[in-house]
């Protein structure tokens, strides 16, 4: 499975951007899906993650901010990024979970990821 994460830019304070992950399989809607970030010496960490039952995990940080979607013909999952603030600045990378591991927060979950993104935001 390939995943290609893309949509990642610099915005300022406040704006938006949308990321978009596409497969090379049928497989979103099979499988967890999941989207990382990594800030320069930090961890990665789960920003959303979404169940091939639709059901979702938003990290706090970004409750009320970001929503994840899918579409499932299309083999791509959407992140939806509104009110971007500093501490979004990050690489954001989308990873598929075949396992349907119950631990949805954790990288380790996942058994593919795309490349990462880049997401820069500024004040």
């Known amino acids: 499975v390939q995943l290609q994460a893309s949509g990642g830019g610099s915005v300022q304070v406040g704006g938006s951007l949308r990321l978009s992950c596409a497969a090379s399989?049928?497989?979103?809607?099979?499988?967890?899906v999941g989207w990382f970030r990594q800030a320069p010496g930090k961890e990665r960490e789960l920003v959303v993650g979404?169940?091939?039952?639709?059901?979702?995990h938003y990290a706090d940080s970004v409750k009320g901010r970001f929503t994840i979607s899918k579409d499932n013909a299309k083999n791509t999952v959407h992140l939806q990024m509104n009110s971007l603030k500093p501490e979004d600045t990050a690489v954001y990378y989308c990873?598929?979970?075949?396992?349907?591991?119950?631990?949805?927060?954790?990288?380790?979950?996942?058994?593919?990821w795309g490349q990462g993104t880049l997401v820069t935001v500024s004040s």
């Open positions: 990873a598929v979970d075949i396992q349907r591991s119950v631990a949805i927060s954790s990288a380790t979950s996942y058994d593919f």
């Open positions: 399989e049928r497989i979103f809607g099979r499988y967890t």
């Open positions: 979404i169940r091939w039952s639709g059901s979702t």
